[in-house]
């Protein structure tokens, strides 16, 4: 019932010419049923968005942003607001990604304000939550999960959070090549369906899809996907490979 979801989450990587090339291959190499069966965004650094949207757009491939302000205009050097990341084609917006909360120092209020904004300014946001390394080995995950899932969703009505994707990505897993094992993660997914039903109701956390990220890759798809809770994937590394990322794609049909 609830339609997969794979995100490539480009980071700080490529360049015009790379960037455009990634875009073409995949929008080529995805067939139709695939592109129907599954929902795939790619999500390049800002400057790189209009030239991917129109890389794309033969295909069933969306766009999304890596981050985003939490006002919609105005005197805010350097920020870039929902309305003009609608404006340039984009669908989708990361918030709180672990590069922002760890290496940029996001709050959990800000990120909240942005997962708030980026749905008035009628995109779909994918909030990101996880656990240190240091936090899972002192057997805090649930506690800092949970805290981030009702964080971030903080003041949103269920109509609201019904745009919302969550990306569970253990940061112990990101960029390091381990990948949280399919039970870890199903565990995790599982917990924030509870707090979603506890939050919201059922019916929403039903709906509501839960992607994992944390070097998922073409080898580890499968067993991840088969997991009851588990809805996509949020691919860093292995979306810079146009055939690494359809292979992801294809086992999560
Ligand atoms: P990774 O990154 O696949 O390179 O571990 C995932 C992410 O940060 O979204």
Same mark, same amino acid.
């Given at each position: 019932m609830r339609k997969p979801f794979v995100a490539g989450n480009w980071k700080m990587n490529t360049d015009s010419h790379t960037g455009v090339n990634l875009a073409k291959s995949l929008a080529s190499g995805l067939s139709e049923s695939t592109g129907k069966s599954v929902d795939v965004a790619v999500i390049p650094p800002f400057v790189y968005i209009p030239a991917v949207v129109e890389a794309v757009s033969t295909a069933r491939i969306a766009v999304g942003a890596q981050n985003v302000y939490i006002?919609?205009? !105005?005197?805010?050097? !350097?920020e870039i607001s929902a309305a003009m990341l609608k404006d340039v084609g984009c669908t989708y917006a990361l918030c709180g990604h672990s590069e922002r909360r760890h290496?940029?120092?996001?709050?959990d209020d800000l990120i909240n304000k942005k997962v708030s904004a980026v749905i008035s300014g009628g995109l779909l946001p994918i909030l990101c939550v996880g656990e240190l390394l240091e936090e899972r080995k002192a057997e805090q995950t649930s506690e800092v999960v949970s805290r981030q899932i009702k964080a971030g969703l903080a003041g949103l009505s269920a109509e609201k959070v019904s745009a919302v994707t969550i990306a569970y990505e253990p940061v112990w897993a990101i960029g390091t090549g381990l990948t949280a094992t399919p039970e870890q993660a199903q565990e995790v997914h599982a917990l924030i369906r509870k707090i979603l039903g506890e939050m919201y109701d059922g019916k929403l956390a039903e709906e509501i899809r839960i992607q994992y990220g944390g070097s998922a890759k073409p080898e580890n798809a499968s067993e991840l996907m088969?997991?009851? /809770?588990? /809805?996509g994937l949020l691919v !860093? !590394?292995?979306?810079?490979?146009s055939d690494d990322f359809l292979a992801i794609i294809q086992a999560a049909v």
């Open positions: 006002e919609e205009k !105005g005197a805010f050097t !350097g290496v940029i120092g996001e709050s088969a997991q009851q /809770d588990v /809805d !860093g !590394g292995a979306s810079l490979k």
